[in-house]
């Protein structure tokens, strides 16, 4: 038997192969993680207590990904950065932010103080926070060559830089509306949150190794690589090498009772509208600047495939710390069941359209 199961001699087919490989791998392992927390047994108790995915979370959170985004911002040569790609995820990433505002604004329940922005926050998490360093880097990595693949971590350094504090500020203002005295003091303003929420990022760990990575990268290399001391690099490459399973263990976690919740018509409205905004109106944004900006056919390509990633587990760490009520982690878990099940055929539809047009190229 054959130790390689792809086949070189048709390259549609072995990419599809190849991509198949890595997703059967991801599934795996997020089957583990579901199988770890399904309550099971007469006392329904299950493998693992639901507080051990915080933990996981705040290592995640704290020590690994920091680790991988400080080495590849600070190793990276911005010179090789398709900046096209870069200009249209900020611009399709902004307008489902304010797609979302709008949705949260007409969905939340205007006579529950700060349901309406906690609803706002919860949607613009599920349709700009793809899953792209624990999905898309292996993802990715069976479809396109490393100089595009490595772009995964300026997007990424873009989500955590201007996205998110985005995301932050209309969680934290639903929630300061939500838990303001009843004894007539007015809640926070708005103003105050935001410096709240800019004080936060100034101490968040993710932010913070994106801006020394660059000022390490500026410094020495004038942003064309910086070498790391091989102390610091192997560190980071250590704690870095746990984000990937831990990221995707979390994933299958969330899926517990999530596709139940799916099977409620009223539950699943919502849900689908955020995969659906995320996985075709965000791909149909960025393709048009990208487009626009006269990107090849290449960058056009891993456009495309970037932004069909489905949303990261990472989603349940943002949004746990404001407290969502029952009915929005629902939302949140029922969102990152079905970015899966959409997700993943557009990825493998990318595989086969890149490996297209190579072949055209080629004849």
């Not at 590849?72 to 096209?84: C, I, K």
Request: charged share 10%.
């Amino acid at each position: 038997m054959a130790d390689n199961p792809v086949d070189d001699n048709n390259p549609i087919l072995a990419a599809v192969t190849k991509l198949g490989i890595v997703i059967l791998n991801v599934l795996l392992v997020q089957a583990i993680g579901y199988l770890c927390f399904m309550p099971s047994g007469k006392e329904k108790t299950s493998l693992m207590q639901p507080a051990v995915i915080g933990s996981l979370g705040a290592f995640c959170g704290l020590v690994s990904l920091p680790a991988i985004l400080f080495r590849a911002v600070a190793v990276l040569d911005f010179s090789t950065v398709d900046f096209s790609v870069l200009l249209a995820l900020f611009v399709g990433k902004s307008c489902l932010a304010a797609c979302s505002f709008a949705l949260g604004m007409i969905t939340g329940d205007a006579s529950d103080p700060g349901s309406q922005m906690l609803t706002a926050g919860c949607y613009t998490v599920l349709t700009t926070n793809s899953d792209d360093l624990g999905l898309g880097l292996p993802v990715l990595g069976a479809i396109f060559p490393p100089k595009l693949v490595n772009m995964c971590f300026v997007l990424n350094a873009l989500q955590s830089m201007i996205i998110n504090p985005m995301i932050f500020l209309m969680l934290g203002v639903g929630a300061a509306q939500r838990d303001a005295p009843t004894d007539g003091t007015p809640p926070a303003s708005t103003s105050e949150i935001l410096r709240s929420v800019i004080r936060g990022l100034s101490k968040n760990h993710i932010v913070l190794s994106v801006v020394f990575g660059l000022l390490y990268n500026i410094i020495f290399s004038g942003l064309k690589g910086a070498e790391l001391p091989f102390y610091i690099d192997n560190l980071c490459k250590y704690f870095g090498g746990a984000f990937g399973p831990m990221v995707l263990f979390m994933g299958g976690a969330a899926n517990v009772g999530a596709f139940s919740k799916l099977a409620e018509l009223q539950s699943a409205i919502m849900p689908i509208g955020t995969v659906l905004l995320k996985s075709f109106l965000l791909p149909a944004i960025v393709l048009m600047v990208v487009s626009m900006l006269g990107g090849s056919r290449e960058i056009l390509d891993f456009a495309f495939a970037f932004s069909t990633l489905p949303v990261a587990a990472s989603t349940l760490v943002f949004a746990n710390p404001y407290k969502p009520n029952a009915k929005l982690r629902s939302l949140l878990n029922s969102g990152l069941a079905l970015g899966k099940l959409i997700g993943f055929p557009l990825i493998f539809l990318s595989a086969a359209i890149f490996k297209t047009h190579k072949v055209r190229e080629r004849e």
